[in-house]
């Protein structure tokens, strides 16, 4: 019998790349989605193709969306800058409805696929002033999701599986050390260089770095 | 005081053109939304751009997703023909989450412009078969979509209107007119032509052609 197909998030970040491996890891034949919609750091797009080779995906979509159209991101319009210090309340990194989209997408393809489960990152402990990363819109996107297509309709149930969700980056980074996962090949960075080297500077960078400082693990992250 | 702002989601079809007409009459400032995503029938897209001046909206965008590579409708994937029988269940023209999709990128450019209403023309009379149409889908997309952004956080509320909902054809076509739309505008075939002529023969035809019938009122549809 083959395995269960999900559809797993990647960025090529540090968080959606210990996802895969955890995805990997329950047997899941896992069909890896990242997304090209005008972000600055595309070095993570590279980084997402790879891991998702590394490590033994079915498949690797990109989708083009072009989410600058819209605007209201320091990730996505080029008239704001990125804040290389801790800001209060919502960080103006955070791109409107951006995992509300993401989720909508890895929606259509897992129809298309068949797969009952989507995999994501997102994480309520580092990003708590991004509303899209709490477990409450998590389960309100699920109860939607089921509504919204084919597979509610004929009682079958899709779940989003967001497993990093409560965790700390240094838990994020232990659970990954422990399976097998090569950080170096992520990209984490707002503002990597073309070879995908760190700024360390921005909040991810900030964040990033911690989460090996307190998880007592070399950091393997290049930075510029 | 200004008038409040809404997000109206236009296909330049003749469903969601009467829904601009309806956010207009309700005095709202309209920014109306449409999505280059791939579909056959890029006449539509004129279209919104038309009808969208013509009717006085604010601002028209149009976002690029390419909705193609996840494949699965014969609107998207060029290796499925569209039908021109009627079909039994969820037809083959439904795209996979495509209003779900649509929806969150409203959702994105409402929480930019700090709209607190999105109008959308989903018809769960006509459009029976497609999960994405029904009134239980678009309220639990609200609820999610109040989770999900900033305007949640702080205690804002959106909504997500749909007033076509539980209409007939028949029904939105003399809505229209007494508001006063110019349907020879909108372009609904699946199928049409470069001119934005109609081929009459597909299921959105179909019922385009008997809203205008039942309604007892002149189809002004160019069709080729």
Redesign the interface.
């Given at each position: 019998m083959s395995n269960p197909k999900a559809v797993v998030l990647v960025s090529g970040g540090l968080d959606s790349t210990t996802v895969l491996a955890m995805a990997q890891q329950q047997k899941f034949d896992c069909y890896t989605l990242s997304f090209d919609y005008g972000q600055r750091h595309r070095a993570e797009l590279m980084a997402a193709e790879n891991t998702s080779k590394t490590m033994g995906a079915v498949e690797h979509?990109?989708?083009?969306?072009?989410?600058g159209?819209?605007?209201?991101s320091a990730l996505t319009d080029e008239s704001i800058d990125v804040p290389e210090e801790e800001t209060e309340g919502?960080p103006i990194t955070?791109?409107?409805?951006?995992?509300?989209?993401f989720?909508?997408?890895a929606?259509?393809?897992a129809?298309?696929l068949g797969a009952q489960r989507i995999f994501v990152g997102v994480n309520a402990v580092d990003y708590s002033g991004y509303?899209?990363c709490?477990p409450?819109?998590i389960r309100?996107?699920e109860?939607?999701?089921n509504?919204?297509?084919?597979s509610?309709?004929e009682g079958q149930t899709l779940s989003i599986d967001a497993p990093l969700i409560d965790m700390t980056k240094a838990e994020i980074v232990q659970a990954g050390v422990a399976l097998g996962v090569d950080y170096s090949l992520t990209v984490s960075c707002y503002q990597a260089d073309e070879q995908g080297r760190a700024c360390g500077k921005c909040d991810s960078c900030r964040l990033r770095r911690q989460g090996f400082v307190e998880a007592q693990l070399p950091d393997p992250t290049r930075y510029v």
């Open positions: 979509k990109v989708v083009k969306l072009d989410l159209t819209i605007g209201g919502i955070y791109v409107p409805a951006r995992n509300t989209v989720l909508a997408i929606l259509g393809w129809e298309v509303p899209d709490r409450e819109f309100a996107f109860v939607m999701a509504l919204a297509t084919r509610g309709v």
